[in-house]
């Protein structure tokens, strides 16, 4: 099970820091993943972790603001979230998947949370 938290409304500028707590898995064993889906549009990829967390993906659109980080001692990953634009606003989703070729592919996870909203107004 994974559970997001840390979605909000804020102003363009600022930060906020997602959390993703996962349970009954082991943790360590799989890549993670953050999505987001704006309104009317599809869901689209945000950042991908690492099972060690040695290496990181970002989309284009996020890269140079968004940090996405993993503590497998915590069974937790993140996604640190700065210098936000009205664009970033969307639910953001982490999931879970095994496959770390595909991992910048939604398909490939299997393990979804139920998202957190993030609003960011002008």
């Known amino acids: 099970q994974l559970v997001e938290s840390g979605g909000g409304l804020v102003q363009a500028g600022a930060s906020l820091r997602l959390s993703c707590a996962a349970s009954?898995?082991?943790?360590?064993?799989?890549?993670m993943g953050w999505f987001r889906q704006a309104p009317g549009k599809e869901r689209e990829f945000v950042a991908a972790i690492s099972r060690s967390g040695g290496s990181t993906d970002y989309a284009d659109s996020v890269k140079d603001r968004f940090t996405i980080s993993r503590d497998n001692a915590k069974n937790m990953a993140y996604l640190q979230m700065n210098s936000l634009k009205p664009e970033d606003t969307a639910v953001y989703y982490c999931?879970?998947?095994?496959?770390?070729?595909?991992?910048?592919?939604?398909?490939?996870?299997?393990?979804w949370g139920q998202g957190t909203q993030v609003t960011v107004s002008s």
């Open positions: 999931a879970a998947t095994i496959g770390f070729a595909q991992r910048l592919l939604q398909t490939s996870y299997d393990s």
């Open positions: 009954g898995v082991t943790f360590s064993s799989y890549v």
